[in-house]
């Protein structure tokens, strides 16, 4: 992905009163270096990050994201942003975005060691072809994450739940499944129960009701699956959050990786074993995912 946008935000104070921003904001060459190297987002994925679609100019869900950013920013004892402040700078990038699909990318860094303040910026580029796995669909497989669905509550120091920059193990699972022969990951607690994609929520269909995993296990509660969950309950369906065995995905009407910018991609496969595919409903879901959301 080619970052054709970029901004330096000057962080305000969560309860700065302005209206007008503008003056924290300074626009700089996506192309060029912008960091020292004492910053703490490279040198110890220390910061907190959020990806929003744009679809056509329109940032979806901003709100949803900048509520996620502070949550996250909270779980990390950083300083709480001024979500006016990010509002303003999200508008920013997206009137830099050409039509189409693109993703913006907030970043709050705890910044230079021992620095005084945090570091954080804004970028904007054009998103990748996401058709055909919308389309298709992808093949997971089921990868142990090393720890049972009560950890976060006993271990909090983990961030379990909160979208930090330590990314790496994220992008290996990614690996792990591709030498597997697969498409993505779906992690899975030692105690057999599903978590959620190294990238995505998992959502799946049993009859007439959704269900994804309750976000008490120390899973990121995604802005997509929450914008799904009132579409679905607007036609008709019934939501649940539950405890999901990892039988339960392979048993499954149908299922779905959710995210703000691969939108929803159907599961084909678990582990090499096909579950149902409904091409007609993932087109639906994807319709109203690309349609404006705030």
Excluded at 45 to 71: K, M, N, T, Y
Aim: charged letters at 20%.
């Amino acid at each position: 992905m080619t970052w054709r946008f970029a901004l330096v935000i000057e962080p305000a104070a969560s309860d700065d009163p302005r209206h007008d921003f503008a003056d924290t904001f300074t626009v700089i060459d996506a192309s060029a270096p912008a960091l020292t190297v004492g910053e703490l987002s490279t040198q110890r994925g220390d910061g907190v990050f959020e990806s929003i679609g744009v679809v056509d100019g329109h940032a979806q869900e901003v709100q949803a994201h900048l509520e996620r950013l502070a949550h996250s920013a909270a779980l990390c004892d950083l300083p709480a942003p001024n979500i006016e402040q990010w509002r303003q700078a999200v508008a920013v990038a997206a009137a830099s975005c050409a039509p189409g699909e693109a993703v913006i990318k907030l970043i709050l860094s705890r910044g230079i060691e021992h620095g005084p303040t945090p570091t954080a910026w804004v970028t904007a580029a054009p998103a990748a072809d996401n058709s055909a796995v919308r389309e298709r669909g992808v093949r997971v497989v089921t990868l142990d994450r090393g720890y049972g669905i009560d950890t976060p509550g006993r271990a909090p120091w983990l961030l379990l739940g909160a979208k930090t920059l330590s990314y790496a193990v994220n992008m290996a699972a990614i690996r792990e499944a591709k030498r597997r022969g697969a498409d993505d990951a779906v992690f899975v607690s030692s105690d057999g129960f599903v978590l959620e994609g190294p990238t995505s929520s998992v959502i799946l269909r049993r009859g007439d009701t959704f269900v994804t995993p309750a976000p008490g296990a120390g899973i990121l509660h995604g802005t997509t699956q929450l914008s799904l969950f009132e579409e679905l309950e607007r036609r008709g369906f019934a939501t649940a959050y539950e405890d999901v065995p990892v039988e339960a995905l392979r048993e499954a009407d149908a299922a779905w990786l959710v995210s703000s910018v691969r939108l929803a991609a159907p599961v084909v496969t678990v582990d090499g074993q096909p579950i149902p595919f409904d091409p007609e409903l993932t087109a639906s879901l994807n319709a109203y995912l690309l349609s404006p959301r705030d």
